[in-house]
């Protein structure tokens, strides 16, 4: 049996989860992977900072980075410690060390992802970030592996647990945003600047990253249209609810020819999908593709044991490549030139709400379902142009409030062609 010491940035959620399943799962990783990881020394901001677990006796704590970095005998180093600029520094450092990267850091991954592969490569380590999407789902895996011969169509996903707790919480016990985010962040589930999750941006971080697995194309997250769950109204969920409907903050990427078009934001999704039923912190992610057709992949998307779990599989994987003289090899080859696009200029059906006035619009909709109590009107169009919603909302805006959030799976794909066209 071989020995591979590892180095480990950060002790918080997800490195202490780490150190945990080392410990709990040594007799099968050992088996598995005929490898014995010494865990050699740890980073962390605080180093007297109270810890609910020990670390293995010969396990060496600093607060100084580089004594981690820089130390020969560590041929691994996994990275949970959040941050941009000092991990992507740690990242560089590592690699120029020799030394494998595992990472869970998806905010790095979706600015430098492609660029660290890419240096990990000329370097001739390993770079693997399996925890970074939907935590303990192996869905890059899966994507890299499992389909890397099938051609994905799309690719769906509730990828932000915080979110969908919120949502979850709104729909199920009636509770306002503002109520039910505080909720989520008594149990933790929510940070105390919640913006990246609530608006959607650490969505649209992982989409990025799904899609280069899917797609082969590394999205610029920052160029995404990209709406949060955060002007939700309850008028909206009691109307989607009414109308058979529950509304999750889905992350889409849709391939049709050479484009690949994209949306991130709250989405009404029929009570009868699969999508619908996953709730709490819960993800899924929904593929559709040629040869499989529809398979859904669901589970925990964050926590200390889920996430760290896919950071031992990466370890796993890595020391497989050490033992074999075969670092250096992209997580993930596939590439495209597909060009991006956003699906919200696709046709599609729509809930339109209407504040302040309770009848039905003057227009020339075929509504499909229509609600309305004394504060507000709902309905839901039939698949319109986007310019035809543009037009609707500018003409009830001129006088009343009004909203409106798209149906999921009502985009047809002639009708895209139509868009791309034009
Ligand atoms: N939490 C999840 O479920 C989850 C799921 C998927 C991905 N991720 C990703 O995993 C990463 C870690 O998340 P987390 O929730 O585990 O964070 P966390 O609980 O805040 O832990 C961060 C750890 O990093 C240490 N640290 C911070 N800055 C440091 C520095 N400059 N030098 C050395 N150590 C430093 C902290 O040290 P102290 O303890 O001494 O303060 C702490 O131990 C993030 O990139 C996150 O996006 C998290």
Redesign the pocket.
């Known amino acids: 049996m071989r020995t591979i010491k590892i180095g480990l ?8 989860g780490v150190v945990k399943l080392l410990q709990e799962h040594a007799a099968k990783i050992e088996q598995t992977t005929n490898v014995h990881f010494i865990l050699k020394r740890v ?5 007297n ?1 109270p810890r609910k677990f020990s670390l293995p006796e010969e396990t060496i704590l600093t ?1 100084q ?1 580089d004594e981690v970095l820089n130390d020969p005998e560590i041929q691994i180093i996994v990275e ?4 941009i600029n ?2 992507r520094q740690a990242i560089v450092q590592a690699i120029y060390n020799h030394k494998s990267v595992i ?6 991954l979706a600015i430098d992802g492609p660029k660290l592969a890419q240096l990990a490569k000329s370097r001739h380590v390993d770079f693997l970030y399996e ?2 999407v939907a ?1 303990g789902i192996p869905i890059l895996r899966v994507l890299s592996s499992s389909l890397v011969t099938d051609q994905i169509t799309r690719v769906s996903g509730i990828i932000n647990g915080t979110a969908n707790y919120i949502l979850s919480a709104m729909v199920s016990d009636n509770l306002s945003y503002d109520k039910a985010l505080m909720n989520a962040q008594q149990k933790g589930y929510a940070e105390a600047n919640p913006v990246n999750d609530v608006k959607g941006i650490d969505a649209a971080n992982k989409l990025s990253i799904l899609s280069q697995f899917a797609f082969g194309k590394a999205l610029d997250p920052t160029n995404l249209n990209v709406r949060g769950i955060d002007q939700l109204t309850s008028a909206q969920l009691a109307s989607a609810k009414q109308f058979g409907y529950t509304i999750k903050l889905l992350a889409i990427a849709k391939r049709l020819s050479n484009r690949l078009y994209t949306s991130v934001g709250p989405t009404l999704v029929d009570n009868n999908d699969q999508l619908a039923q996953v709730n709490g912190v819960q993800n899924a992610i929904a593929i559709e593709s040629n040869a499989l057709g529809s398979s859904v992949y669901t589970g925990p ?4 044991k889920p ?1 760290a779990n896919s950071i031992l599989s990466d370890l796993a994987a890595a020391a497989n490549d050490i033992l074999n003289y075969d670092c250096g090899n992209a997580f993930n080859n596939y590439h495209s030139e597909l060009t991006p696009s956003t699906l919200n200029n696709a046709p599609q059906s729509y809930l339109i709400t209407i504040y302040g006035r309770s009848t039905r619009p003057v227009d020339s909709i075929d509504w499909q379902n229509e609600t309305s109590n004394h504060n507000y009107w709902s309905g839901l169009t039939p698949v319109i142009s986007h310019k035809k919603l543009n037009l609707l909302l500018e003409t009830i805006g001129n006088d009343f409030a009004v909203s409106y959030l798209p149906v999921y799976g009502t985009v047809k794909l002639q009708a895209i062609k139509e868009v791309k066209q034009n």
């Open positions: 940035l950060g002790l918080g959620t997800v490195g202490g980073a962390v901001a605080h180093l900072k607060d980075i949970t410690m959040g941050t000092r991990a990472t869970a850091n998806k905010d790095l925890a970074s935590g998307g964050a926590g200390a996430t």
